[in-house]
């Protein structure tokens, strides 16, 4: 059976083109090629039209790796975080993030950041939760193991971890916070 299926198609297409977009020259617009096996959608594009980065002009899927790009997206983020000061760092015992120049800074050391604020980060410390280690050891056993610990076999094993967490407090694992931004400079 034959389908003659260029008759179906439109003459013209009309296609927006938004600031940063142009026509796929793959497929001059069209969103598809035509060749001896039918219709091909085009694998540049979508649609037809192709993005480019405003910053460096490199054609992008989603989002653009080149600095520009990436201090844009930077400033975004602070514009929708928190600000607070300098001392809510001290008071939590964190280290401010500089995001530009992706190092961690103590509060001593927070002038040497690339600009004149920083991310707050969050600590992480060692957790160990005894309810968790019985589930996750008993999980490909039968469950009479399971049904048969109780409140005082995860209380007392509880206590044990407790000393080991203690013991391992100020060892933490800093991870930026970009939920609060801090200035530290001239405020
Ligand atoms: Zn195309
Ligand atoms: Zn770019």
Request: hydrophobic share 30%.
């Amino acid at each position: 059976m034959e389908i003659n299926y260029k008759d179906k198609l439109p003459d013209t297409l009309v296609r927006e083109l938004k600031e940063n977009q142009e026509l796929c020259p793959d497929c001059e617009g069209r969103g598809f090629n035509v060749d001896e096996d039918g219709i091909i959608i085009c694998r540049r594009c979508r649609d037809g039209i192709i993005k480019k980065c405003g910053y460096c002009g490199e054609e992008i899927k989603s989002i653009c790796s080149c600095k520009e790009s990436q201090e844009e997206r930077i400033l975004k983020k602070k514009e929708d975080a928190t600000k607070r000061p300098l001392g809510y760092l001290v008071e939590n015992q964190l280290l401010g993030f500089d995001p530009f120049g992706k190092t961690y800074l103590p509060v001593q050391d927070i002038r040497l950041a690339t600009s004149d604020w920083v991310f707050a980060t969050k600590a992480q410390t060692l957790d160990l939760d005894a309810y968790t280690i019985f589930e996750d050891a008993c999980h490909h056993l039968h469950e009479s193991v399971w049904d048969s610990i109780n409140g005082e076999d995860i209380d007392g094993l509880q206590k044990h971890l407790d000393k080991f967490i203690e013991r391992f407090q100020n060892h933490k694992t800093y991870y930026p916070d970009e939920t609060i931004w801090i200035p530290i400079k001239g405020e």
